[in-house]
């Protein structure tokens, strides 16, 4: 088997082709800057012919047996297990990830099919209890149609496949518009492996480009019956603002500022081990790093000690050595923004640099900041990359008043006392919440069913004794 190309084919109606304006881009390894790549640069055009095609293939499609449809998705995961090695390659190059992240993004999207393709075969309606004597009332799944998805770059395979997945198991096709920074892993590939699974034409749709070009289109497409959009709150607002004036359907995954509480009677050792997950995971670039460290005062010294040791100890270079711990940041623009518009501003402002603070390239040294206060950006903006600002309170309702307030995904407690730990978690305002552990059990097995809000708690029952999460090979603790 093949590695992907990377030749700058759009995938539209079951062919590979060149994007309409003809114009490509280049796509590169992070680490050395090197070209690994072109992608197409798709436009409005391409979009049209996509969403056409994936219209027209929509009610064969859902009119298939469902063990069918799970056939073809279990055809596309075999083809990424059977790229398993070149594809945690690729998506090291492509994102600069080290080999534990890479290896946990293909792997969740494999297992995301295969439980999609399970869900497809499964009870797929209700029975309800009758409004009236002598009435059978019942309802049913059916598909929504044409689903148009836009990804970012951080996690570009599992993060489309969370919505392609279950999108074409219950019936809908699907047009993907992949991050330009990662176009391959987040884009070609799946073409690729939809390809070989024999999908039928127009059932799965790839158009690489921009985000101002192919992804407005798809974004303002009204053949599109549901936009699944995951990225920056500035795109999804603006992307909400235009929806709204004609009501499409959209379902928005953003970011926020997420924050990791600990409590008076931490384990500080645990709570260090876990921010460095919780911080520093993929050179803080996931939706659901912590961007603020909120510590009780009587704590404080202690934590800040234990965190800095960590951190000083992590490797920081090209995710294809084993040896490295964090690898590059996506781009300059993102290197720029988190020294010039985080850190350097927040120091500027009486943050107390700890450590790091300094990069090379696109490398940027893991850095602690002391004495954060919630008006200084590195408290209040979501960071994206390796930073861990640490701000001290004086009480418990005080960690709670500082946290909530702020947009958050998932927030982390710790406290030795597992119902103190709970009692300040349900006080805590985000989708998920974890006491004693950070980034748990976030796999597929755990997607939050869509439309709902939940609040989901995850307690974390085995000490942590690793310092950093690629000690373990299996990338976790
Ligand atoms: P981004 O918003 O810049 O880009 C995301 C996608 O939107 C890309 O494919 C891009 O091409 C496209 N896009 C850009 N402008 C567009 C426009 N005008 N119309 C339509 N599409 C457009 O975000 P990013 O920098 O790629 O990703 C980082 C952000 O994603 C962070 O804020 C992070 O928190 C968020 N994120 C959220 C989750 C989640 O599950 N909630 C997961 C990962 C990342």
Known sequence: MTTPA???QLYIDGTFRPPAGGRTGPVLEKATNVQ????????????????????????SWAALGA???????RRFAAYLAGHFDELVRQSMRETGGVRAKAEDEVATSIRQLEISAVQATENAGDLLPPYKAGKLSMSRAVPLGVIGIITPWNYPMNLAMR??????AFGNTVVLKPAELTPIIGGQVLARAANYAGLPAGVFNVVTGDGPAAGHALAEHR???????????????????????????????LGGSNAFVV?????????????????????????????????????????????TRRVEALTVGDPLNPDMDLGPLISEAQRDRVHREIVAPSIAMGAKLIT?????RLFYRPTVLADVTADMPAFRDEIFGPVIPITVVDSEDAAVELVNGHPMLMNSVFSRDLIRGLAVAERLQAGEVHVNDAHARHGAENQ????????WIGVQRTPLTLPTWTSDPAGRR
Do not use: N
Not at 67 to 73: H, S, T, V
């Open 6 to 8: 990377g030749d700058g």
């Open 163 to 168: 919505a392609v997945a279950p999108g074409l």
């Open 36 to 59: 690994i790549g072109t992608y197409g640069l798709g436009d409005d055009v391409d979009v049209e012919a996509a969403v056409r095609a994936a219209r027209a293939a929509q009610p």
């Open 448 to 455: 939050m069913p869509a439309f709902t809000k939940r609040q």
């Open 223 to 253: 053949g599109v019956d549901l936009l699944d959009f995951t990225g920056s709150r500035a795109v999804g607002l603006a992307i909400a603002a235009s929806a709204a004036t004609d009501l499409r359907a959209v379902r928005l995954e």
């Open 356 to 360: 790091g603070g300094t990069y090379d």
């Open 263 to 307: 409590l008076d009677d931490a384990d500080i050792d645990l709570a260090a081990s876990a921010a460095m997950i919780a911080s520093l995971e993929f050179q803080g670039q996931t939706c659901i790093s912590a961007s603020r460290h909120v510590v009780l005062c009587d704590v404080a010294d202690r934590y800040i000690e234990a965190v």
């Open 67 to 73: 063990p069918e449809r799970a056939g073809y998705l």
